[in-house]
């Protein structure tokens, strides 16, 4: 059983930066599969924001392109999320997520169901 937890959240006021981790542990070949970030702001739903697969080719949804920047270290099984400019639409809890699929796609980001691990969250706040 897979087991993700992540790490880094915090309140920053508008145009600040974040870096958020998330460890995975329990299994062993997590360097080759799907890893995302996904985020859900109060009252809304879920959603996909950037993922990068076991080719570190990365996808990201057009509200944080420029802005984010997602990253795996294999070694020591951590997904990372660079999160620059931050405005307070970006508040929200982020959580990471992974699925055993060595490739991700747009669709992946689309639907949260499609990963079937999750970590408990890191909450972001941004003041502005």
């Known amino acids: 059983q897979v087991h993700l937890a992540e790490s880094g959240g915090g309140s920053v006021e508008a145009g600040g930066s974040l870096r958020l981790s998330c460890d995975a542990s329990?299994?062993?070949?997590?360097?080759?599969?799907?890893l995302a970030w996904f985020r859900q702001a109060p009252g809304k739903a879920r959603e996909g924001i950037a993922a990068v697969d076991a080719g570190d080719d990365r996808l990201y949804i057009y509200d944080v392109q420029g802005r984010f920047t997602i990253s795996r270290d294999k070694a020591r099984k951590t997904l990372y999320l660079q999160m620059n400019r931050l405005t307070p639409r970006d508040t929200g809890m982020y959580y990471c997520?992974?699925?055993?699929?060595?490739?991700?796609?747009?669709?992946?980001?689309?639907?949260?169901?499609?990963?079937?691990?999750w970590g408990q969250g890191t909450q972001v706040t941004v003041s502005s």
């Open positions: 997520a992974a699925y055993e699929g060595s490739s991700c796609y747009y669709y992946n980001l689309e639907k949260a169901d499609f990963f079937p691990h």
């Open positions: 329990g299994y062993d070949n997590t360097e080759y599969w799907c």
